[in-house]
């Protein structure tokens, strides 16, 4: 039966992704922007801007465009080939060109979601062990205030404190020092890499430029997430079994235990959602440090109206938000058989 | 942050939990909510400089807090020239009157995209939920994918190959946000429908078009409004951000992201006025967008 309810799944996810495609492509081009103006520049001959729109192939018509995106048209290789196309801007395979960017992305999410999550969990549990009690009071204040606050701003605020004021922190110019070398990379995530290779200095030195792009993510996604643990485990502290426990006078702290292992299963949800909508989402804290993620990749191409990455940066970010809701619902499955035998 | 709605909804389902009494804070909100609304409409009016016009010398630092009440006594006793209370930026604007000049374009592009959202998405969540059938089955679908795009990345996209203009940026966050609406709306009226009113109704006869418009309808509203508070922060949010990467409204307009934009690099060298004026303006905005939500909410469920 699990099987069948994540086949189920798959199917949906594959037909959202199919039709995304087609909206995506369809849109950017039914969009009066001219992307062909954009690259050969205003002032170019009428010939050679039949030539640029020529070799980009935007003097064919829609449907033939669009078949040959897909892979469907004949000897084009497109999306069934796993071809998202050449960048117009750099003539770079878009595939390559995402493959360099989505590790910084992954990276700077997982470090700031590890660490929001060792602050907002205790957090969270403790202000929930006495709701109206001061420690929940702030802990509701900032559960609103992180949620609605301009992220970016707030990182050219710690660039202001910690690196021109104090002089603690690096200038918000990238990843690594470029006087450093790194070796090529293996996994693309320049944080493992360099593990691997042995190289701890660069390891040190990444560390020490994602310190306030971390700090200003943290920051903001503390606030729904203090918010969420807080809400789960006030809720599973209400439950009859906890009462029972209560009853049978085992210790808060036994008790907070189990509460915590309920508040659990739906507080990863959220922190999935959450994952997968930053994805797109950590565009600004990015074009602030200047840390050349999927997020500034996708501005770029943005800016440029270089139509197959937009297609291939919202594809790809959409997947992979999409696999892992999917992902949470087949282990949410397994853990609660009631999902799967609606 | 736009993306935190999606959370919100999501949690949408779930009881409520009893959330602390913050009275103070609500009328702190009432009142920044009220003062940016004000700003609105009299900002540009009642600025000292013009928002968009250079006043030629840049980088006047704003005045220090000791000098603030000699200053204060000045201008209010009409001596002396008008004071760039929050300094000039880079390019000789006066930030005080941009400050106060930019709810004109962010509050009047946010609650109009929401606007938009609500006569969009509240109809199509009407009928989707009262008229179950393969039709609606396929707009909940289409209201799906829309909802799986990256909210940013697609506003920015909408926005900038229709070109970036306040009209096109509306139309791009309403479409954008509608898909909530159709979702909150279509959940709302379903649990309606089973109500023993719309049997009553049918009962004496009035039309199926008719029970959904005047009774199902205004009894499903509660929280669309609430949303739309939230939303109305979020659009904020998004429109600074967009601005901010320049893929919103185009310089000089006084828009509270571009204002942070343009002051991000002499951030870095130590003139910290011309962006952190605009900041706080978006931070307490949209915190009090953020608090009315959260209270509306508790009033809607209790």
Redesign the interface.
């Known amino acids: 039966m699990v099987i069948r309810f994540v086949l189920r799944r798959l199917g949906i996810s594959l037909l959202q992704l199919m039709g995304l495609v087609v909206a995506v492509f369809f849109l950017i081009r039914l969009l009066p922007a001219d992307p062909v103006a954009r690259l050969v520049g205003m002032n170019a001959s009428p010939a050679a801007y039949a030539q640029a729109a020529h070799s980009l192939g935007l003097d064919q018509p829609l449907l033939t465009q669009f078949l040959r995106y897909v892979g469907l048209a004949h000897g084009s290789k497109g999306l069934l080939q796993g071809n998202l196309g050449t960048s117009w801007v750099t003539n770079t395979p878009v595939l390559t060109e995402i493959g360099q960017m989505l590790p910084v992305t992954i990276q700077l999410l997982t470090l700031s979601f590890v660490v929001t999550l060792l602050i907002a969990v205790p957090v969270g549990i403790a202000s929930a062990r006495r709701p109206g009690g001061w420690v929940d009071k702030i802990v509701f204040v900032y559960g609103l205030f992180g949620g609605s606050q301009p992220e970016f701003w707030w990182g050219l605020l710690f660039v202001f404190v910690f690196f021109f004021k104090l002089g603690i922190a690096p200038a918000p110019l990238g990843l690594v020092d470029p006087m450093l070398s790194p070796s090529p990379p293996i996994t693309g995530f320049i944080i493992i890499d360099s593990v691997l290779w042995g190289e701890f200095g660069i390891l040190a030195d990444v560390l020490y430029h994602l310190m306030l792009p971390v700090l200003t993510l943290v920051f903001i996604l503390s606030g729904p997430i203090m918010k969420m643990v807080r809400q789960n485990m006030i809720r599973a502290l209400q439950s009859d079994f906890i009462l029972y426990a209560q009853a049978g006078g085992l210790s808060i702290r036994t008790i907070t235990r189990y509460a915590f292992r309920v508040a659990l299963a739906p507080s990863i949800t959220l922190v999935g959602i959450l994952y997968g909508v930053m994805l797109g989402g950590a565009v600004l804290v990015e074009s602030v440090f200047s840390l050349g993620g999927i997020g500034q990749y996708a501005v770029r191409s943005v800016l440029a109206f270089d139509y197959p990455a937009i297609e291939g940066v919202v594809l790809v970010i959409t997947a992979l938000s999409l696999l892992i809701y999917l992902l949470l619902d087949i282990l949410y499955a397994a853990i609660d058989p009631r999902v799967a035998h609606p | 942050?736009?993306?935190?709605e999606?959370?919100s909804a999501?949690?949408g389902g779930?009881?409520p939990?009893?959330?602390?009494?913050?009275g103070g804070?609500m009328v702190f909100a009432v009142g920044v909510v009220g003062v940016m609304l004000a700003l609105a409409v009299l900002g540009p009016i009642i600025a000292p400089f013009n928002p968009t016009q250079s006043a030629f010398s840049t980088y006047i630092p704003p005045p220090t807090p000791a000098a603030l009440p000699h200053l204060l006594w000045q201008s209010l006793s009409g001596r002396g020239g008008a004071i760039h209370w929050f300094g000039t930026d880079g390019s000789g604007f006066d930030v005080f009157s941009r400050v106060i000049s930019a709810p004109r374009v962010d509050l009047v592009i946010a609650v109009l995209a929401n606007g938009f959202a609500l006569l969009l998405g509240v109809p199509l969540g009407l009928v989707a939920g009262y008229f179950r059938n393969p039709a609606t089955e396929i707009l909940m679908?289409?209201s799906?994918?829309?909802q799986?795009?990256?909210?940013?990345?697609?506003a920015?996209?909408?926005v900038?190959?229709?070109?970036q203009s306040m009209v096109n940026l509306i139309i791009a966050l309403a479409v954008l946000y509608a898909p909530i609406y159709v979702r909150l709306t279509r959940a709302e009226v379903m649990s309606q429908k089973a109500r023993g009113m719309v049997e009553a109704s049918r009962a004496i006869g009035i039309g199926e078009w008719e029970i959904a418009v005047r009774h199902v309808l205004p009894n499903s509203l509660g929280p669309t409004l609430v949303q739309s508070s939230v939303t109305i922060?979020?659009a904020i949010?998004l429109t600074?951000?967009l601005s901010?990467?320049?893929?919103g409204v185009r310089p000089p307009a006084a828009e509270w992201?571009l204002m942070?934009a343009t002051g991000?690099n002499d951030?870095?060298?130590?003139e910290?006025w011309p962006?952190?004026f605009p900041?706080i303006a978006?931070?307490l905005t949209?915190?009090s967008?953020?608090?009315l939500g959260?209270a509306l909410e508790r009033h809607y469920r209790s």
């Open positions: 942050m736009s993306q935190a999606l959370l999501a949690v779930v009881q939990v009893r959330a602390p009494r913050l804070l679908r289409v799906d994918v829309v799986s795009f990256p909210v940013f990345i697609s920015m996209i909408l900038a190959l229709a070109g922060g979020f949010l600074a951000g901010f990467v320049g893929a992201g942070i991000a951030m870095v060298l130590g910290w962006s952190v900041g978006i931070s949209v915190f967008f953020a608090v959260d």
